[in-house]
C-alpha cells in the first residue's frame, strides 16, 4: 500500500484553506475518514501552526522570494510556509526542516520549485535574525493578524488590543463539559487522574473541567456515555446566564452543532422542549449526534429563522437563545484560519443578518420571557452596538443587567476577552420581554 506523507496533507489543506474553499476543522474531519492511517495530530500541528502564524510567515516569504508566485503555484507557496514554520516555531533540526520541505516538491509535482524552495529556506536560515528583527516594523508580521482585526480591535478595545492579540496567538486548552447527573466535577476529575489525564475546575461554569494538555476525546472517561463533552468554558455560561427552567418551551436559533443546546439540556436534566433550529442540514447532523451521544431529547428543524412562518407554530417560548452567526473574531485561538477566511466587508453583511434575526425572533418570545443573544465576536459592531440599536426600535425589550469579575467594560451585556482565565472571548446580552 503506498504510504501517506502527512507533510504533503498538511501542504495540500493548507492550499486550500489559503483559496478559501472551507474551515480548517471540517477539512480536517473529512482527511481522518480519508486516511485513517494519516498521523492527524501531526497534520493539526503543522496547518494550524501555519495559520496561526501565516502573516508572519507570508511576510518573510515574501521577503527572501524574488517575485511573488503565480495562484496556480500557491501550493509550492504554502509548503514555503509550511518549511518556515518549521524553521521559525518547531524543534525540527533545520536540515531536516529544509530537506524534507524540498523534498515535498516532487510529491507535488513541481520539480521546477526544487531550487526555488531549497533557497527561500536556507537564506531563511542564514538571515533569522534580521528577518525577526525586520518583521517588527510590520505590524501584520509582527501581530501575525491581518490589517482590518488589527485595526477593529485597536479602535474597540484600545487598551487591551495588543493583549487580545497575543492571546489569539496562543494554543486555547481543551476545556471539558461534565453532564453532573453522571458523578461530581470533583469525581470526574479525580477519573481523568486515574486515566493519566490532569485536569482543573473551571472559575466560570460549574460544569467546566480544563484538561494541561489535550487529549483525544476518546480517551476521555465516559465520553461514549454521555458524561462529558468538549466545550470551552465561556460558552457553557450561555446555559448559566438563560436558566431556562424546567418543563420550559425554549428555541435554540442557531443550534448547530448543537454546544449549547446540549449545555441548556443537561442542566436540567434533559427537561425541556427544545426546539434545535439552524438553516445548515449538514451541521444539524452533529446536532443529531450530540443529542444522541447524551441521550438527550430536542426537536430538530432545519429553517432560516429569520422566515418564521416557515418553522413556528405560533405558541411563544419562554425562552430564546440567539447564538448569532458572527466574526469568530473570539476564537481565534482555538480556529486561526479565520485570519484568512474572515474579511472586513464580512462584517456589515453579518451585521444585518444578526439584526434580521433578532427582530424577526422577538415576535416569538413570551412577554416575561428570556431571549439570550450571544456571539463568540469581540467586536463591538457585533455586539452591544446590535443590541442597543435593537432595544431603542423595540419598545417592549430591556436589558437584564449582567455582571462577571471577569468581563471586560461594555455599554450593554458582558464581554469576556480570548485567553482572559482561559476563556474564549464571548459577548452576552440577556434581554427580556416587559
Ligand atoms: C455560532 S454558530 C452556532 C453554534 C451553536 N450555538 C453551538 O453552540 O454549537 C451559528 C449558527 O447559525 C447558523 N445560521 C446562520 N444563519 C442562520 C439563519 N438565517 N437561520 C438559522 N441558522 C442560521 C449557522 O449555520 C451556524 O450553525
New binding site residues.
Given amino acids: 500500500m503506498k504510504k501517506i506523507s502527512n507533510r504533503l496533507l498538511a501542504v495540500q489543506t493548507l492550499t486550500f484553506i489559503a483559496a478559501e474553499n472551507g474551515s480548517l476543522s471540517s477539512r480536517l474531519s473529512g482527511l481522518g475518514q480519508k486516511y485513517p492511517d494519516a498521523n492527524l495530530a501531526l497534520i493539526r500541528e503543522y496547518t494550524y501552526g501555519v495559520c496561526r502564524w501565516y502573516q508572519r510567515l507570508d511576510f518573510i516569504a515574501n521577503r527572501l522570494l524574488q517575485k511573488p508566485l503565480r495562484k496556480k503555484d500557491s501550493d509550492v507557496h504554502c509548503l514555503i510556509l509550511l518549511g518556515l514554520y518549521q524553521l521559525f516555531h518547531m524543534r525540527t533540526p533545520d536540515h531536516a526542516a529544509i530537506n524534507e520541505t524540498v523534498g515535498l516538491t516532487r510529491m507535488l509535482k513541481k520539480d521546477w520549485a526544487r531550487s526555488l524552495v531549497n533557497a527561500v529556506l536556507r537564506k531563511a536560515q542564514r538571515e533569522r535574525e534580521t528577518l525577526e528583527l525586520d518583521l517588527q516594523a510590520d505590524q501584520c508580521a509582527q501581530y501575525s493578524h491581518p490589517e482590518w482585526i488589527i485595526a477593529a480591535l485597536q479602535k474597540d478595545w484600545p487598551e487591551s488590543f495588543q493583549e487580545i492579540l497575543a492571546q489569539n496567538n496562543i494554543q486555547a486548552p481543551m476545556t471539558l463539559r461534565l453532564n453532573t447527573t453522571s458523578g461530581s466535577r470533583s469525581d470526574y476529575i479525580g477519573r481523568l487522574q486515574d486515566a493519566g489525564i490532569d485536569a482543573r475546575p473551571g472559575n466560570i461554569s460549574e460544569t467546566a473541567i480544563i484538561l494541561d494538555s489535550p487529549v483525544e476525546v476518546m480517551l476521555l472517561p465516559g465520553f461514549q456515555d454521555g458524561h462529558i463533552s468538549v466545550q470551552d468554558e465561556a ?1 457553557q455560561f450561555v446555559a448559566t446566564l438563560l436558566a431556562p427552567a424546567p418543563g420550559s418551551k425554549v428555541l ?10 446540549c449545555a441548556m439540556l443537561e442542566r436540567v436534566s434533559g427537561q425541556l422542549d427544545m426546539l434545535a ?4 442540514e449538514e ?1 444539524l447532523q452533529r446536532v443529531s449526534e450530540n443529542l444522541d451521544r447524551l441521550k438527550l431529547k430536542a426537536k430538530i428543524t432545519c ?4 422566515d418564521t412562518e416557515s418553522w413556528w407554530d405560533g405558541q411563544p417560548f419562554d425562552a430564546i ?1 440567539l ?4 466574526s469568530a473574531t473570539g476564537v481565534i485561538r482555538r480556529h486561526p484560519d479565520i485570519k484568512l477566511l474572515r474579511h472586513a466587508k464580512d462584517i456589515s453583511r453579518l451585521n444585518l ?1 444578526q439584526q434580521e ?1 433578532l427582530v424577526a425572533l422577538w415576535p416569538c418570545l413570551k412577554k416575561g420571557g428570556k431571549l439570550l443573544y450571544s456571539t ?1 465576536s469581540v467586536l463591538r459592531a457585533e455586539n452591544e452596538q446590535q443590541v442597543s440599536t435593537f432595544i431603542e426600535v423595540t419598545k417592549d425589550a430591556k436589558a437584564i443587567p449582567t455582571s462577571h469579575p471577569l468581563a471586560s467594560n461594555c455599554s450593554i451585556g458582558m464581554q469576556f476577552l480570548p485567553g482572559n482565565d482561559n476563556l474564549d472571548g464571548f459577548y452576552y446580552a440577556l434581554l427580556e420581554k416587559y
Avoid at 447564538?323 to 458572527?326: F, K, L, N, V
Fill in positions: 460558552s435554540d436559533a442557531c443550534a448547530a452543532p448543537g454546544g449549547k443546546t433550529l439552524d438553516n445548515n451541521r429553517a432560516n429563522a429569520v437563545l447564538d448569532a452567526p458572527c443578518l434575526l463568540c
